[in-house]
């Protein structure tokens, strides 16, 4: 049982608690109404934005039209990790190795000179406990000592615009998971059995195994093979599309993915005449190129997808185009500012130019999102987190209290608050956490979020949970000097 006895002297004697605390008094501590549970189909603004002022609708094909099945990570990371062997001559006990789903999360950066894949918040901390070589954790000691004594990364090392960095790599995209699996595979098999490796020739070598697997046109022939097994909810991506077009808004597609591919999906989602739905269609567009560099001019496609080599002096409605740059795109539609709103998965690749550059609005799919409110939505997590809330005040109003009995007081909440921010980490991912919080901070992922997207949501269907003139409205988030005090703050982070 928790009970309290406040009086003079000492904290232990003005306030002593046991460690275990009753659900009673975690449910007196939450506010009415704090914990309404959250809509895992909502969206969610982040900058204010009236959907009856967008006239154009732009969308990324995949991971955003075309929503795909997890067994796709298990093909990708089996595909290369026999590339590795056969091609790269790598060590045939690795076939002992298959995917772990639910390893790693998206987000994460990879230092290719430490071989450490880690969880980094938006102050470029390190977060104690997710920081893993191979598929082992790294103890705390040990990542401090290999950062100079500290948890922080300096900003010189950090991931460029583009989430690459001169020995820091970010891994934003969904197919990725597969990537970093794979890579913490071949580290543990090497460690495991005492092998030296080049840590930047292994880097290179897995990334480049996983790029064969999309450029060869491998990952294209199983989904192709199998679209009802592989792409999730395309009743819905009609119903987003159609409504949109009855509502007099323009569409539009631009894909790094190729034409022959796109074209069945979207046959399977949206049906045979997909294409009179969009204004104009881009596939192989190399983004982010297609954002930055003016060189590519467009070129257009048939029907049967063979190349035309006739000048582009406009982008005609039904007809599909490769390669092109943005700055052409721009000039041939007049389609400027804020009056488009392009939905992407990735946050550099899709959407960072997009907004930082060419003042696009800016939609972020992150499938994640579902998986996260529905934990967030639980009692265990609800009470975790007032309860460590809790603590928290206690320890930031208790620290003047320093004779002895007070200082071991101090000592088990503090060693209690760590226990229950560990365990609310594990509800998300036992080795990683949320992709949106480390611990209290937000992560480096949630910071390029916030600034790269107007919006984010689960899934491009949540568009049909709202009205085609509704305006979003970001809530107003206190900032520190701002906030009430911390009885008031249960229920607003993660882990």
């Known amino acids: ?21 009753p659900l009673s008094l975690l449910l007196d501590l939450l506010p009415p109404g704090v ?7 909502a969206i969610y603004a982040n900058n204010e934005i009236s959907l009856g002022d967008v006239e154009i609708y732009g969308f990324d094909y995949d991971y955003t039209l075309a929503q795909y ?15 590795l062997i056969e091609q790269f001559k790598y060590p045939e006990g690795l076939g002992k190795y298959d995917y772990i789903p639910g390893f790693a999360i998206r987000g994460l950066h990879y230092d290719v000179q430490k071989s450490l894949l880690m969880k980094i918040d938006a102050f470029h901390y390190v977060q104690l406990g997710t920081a893993y070589r191979g598929l082992k954790p790294v103890p705390d ?53 005492g092998i030296e490796f080049d840590q930047v020739h292994l880097y290179k070598d897995i990334s480049d195994a996983i790029r064969d697997v999309h450029v060869k ?45 796109v074209d069945k999906g979207m046959k399977h989602m949206v049906g045979k005449n997909w294409r009179d739905l969009f ?50 795109f721009l000039r041939l539609t007049g389609w400027r500012g804020s009056k488009v709103l392009y939905f992407g998965d990735h946050l550099y690749s899709d959407l960072a130019d997009l907004m930082l550059r060419h003042g696009w609005r800016t ?55 760590q226990e229950i921010r560990s365990l609310t980490k594990n509800l998300f991912n036992p080795q990683f956490g949320s992709i949106f919080r480390t611990f209290h901070n937000p992560t480096y992922f949630s910071r390029r979020l916030v600034r790269f997207s107007d919006i984010y949501m689960a899934s491009i269907s949540c568009l049909l949970n709202y009205d085609v003139n509704f305006t979003f409205y970001p809530r107003r988030t206190p900032l520190q000097h701002e906030a009430p005090l911390w009885m008031d703050q249960l229920c607003t982070a993660q882990c």
Request: with cysteine; charged share 25%.
């Open 141 to 193: 000691e040990e990542v401090i000592e290999l950062y100079g004594g500290t948890q922080h990364i300096p900003l010189y090392q950090m991931s460029d615009f583009y989430g690459k960095g001169p020995s820091l790599k970010q891994f934003m995209d969904i197919f990725s998971l597969p990537e970093m699996t794979l890579l913490s595979s071949v580290i543990d098999y090497f460690i495991t059995h």
């Open 279 to 328: 204004d104009m269609v881009i596939v192989q567009a190399d983004k982010p190129n297609f954002f930055t560099d003016r060189r590519k001019p467009f070129r257009k496609l048939d029907d049967k997808g063979s190349l035309q080599w006739d000048k582009i002096n406009q982008l005609e409605k039904g007809k599909i185009y490769k390669e092109g740059n943005l700055f052409d």
């Open 1 to 21: 049982a928790m009970g309290s006895s406040c009086g003079a002297g000492s904290l232990g004697r003005i306030c002593s608690f046991s460690l275990t605390s």
């Open 217 to 261: 046109g491998v990952m294209y022939k199983w989904i192709e093979k199998d679209l009802e097994q592989y792409i999730l909810h395309g009743d819905e991506i009609y119903a987003v599309l159609n409504r949109l077009v009855n509502h007099k808004k323009k569409l539009f597609l631009i894909t790094n993915s190729p034409f022959s591919f």
């Open 35 to 41: 914990c309404n549970l959250l809509n895992p189909a």
């Open 363 to 417: 939609g972020a799919i992150v499938p994640e999102l579902e998986t996260e409110i529905r934990i967030i939505n639980t009692e265990q997590y609800m009470h975790s987190l007032t309860w460590q809330q809790a603590l928290t005040g206690l320890l930031e109003r208790m620290q003047m209290y320093q004779d002895a009995e007070s200082k071991q007081v101090l000592l088990e909440w503090m060693k209690e608050r």
């Open 69 to 83: 099945s997890n067994l796709l990570h298990s093909m990708i990371f089996n595909t290369a990790r026999d590339i």
